[in-house]
């Protein structure tokens, strides 16, 4: 089993920025993608900010120039730097890694719990 646990959200003034960060634990021999998704109350889940394991990287066009995601393949983590948050941005922040436990096992997508992003003044 593996276990995505973030950190870092809060709340922060309108043009304030965060970082969020997240630990990937358990079984892994491999992962993949690892991203950020964001979700607001009466809509959908949606992608923030994606980077592969080779360091490619893809964001939604409402964070481009604001956000940077980044990870450390040693240690299993990916960041997301936020700065110029716009009280848009308050949502619930939740990791996402696709994950291999085994050579030639299957590729699961594994979440973490969520973590509060609340900007307002």
């Known amino acids: 089993q593996v276990q995505l646990v973030e950190s870092g959200g809060g709340l922060v003034q309108p043009g304030g920025s965060l970082r969020l960060s997240c630990a990937a634990s358990?079984?892994?021999?491999?992962?993949?993608?690892m991203g950020w998704y964001r979700r607001t109350p009466g809509k959908q889940r949606e992608l923030v900010a994606l980077?592969?394991?080779?360091?490619?990287?893809n964001y939604t066009d409402s964070v481009k120039g604001r956000f940077a995601v980044s990870r450390d393949n040693t240690k299993n983590t990916v960041s997301l730097q936020m700065d110029s948050l716009k009280p848009e941005d308050t949502a619930v922040y939740y990791c996402?890694?696709?994950?291999?436990?085994?050579?030639?096992?299957?590729?699961?997508?594994?979440w973490g719990q969520g973590t509060q992003v609340t900007v307002s003044s």
């Open positions: 996402n890694g696709a994950v291999q436990g085994r050579p030639y096992g299957p590729v699961i997508n594994y």
């Open positions: 358990g079984r892994i021999y491999s992962i993949y993608a």
């Open positions: 980077i592969t394991s080779g360091g490619r990287t």
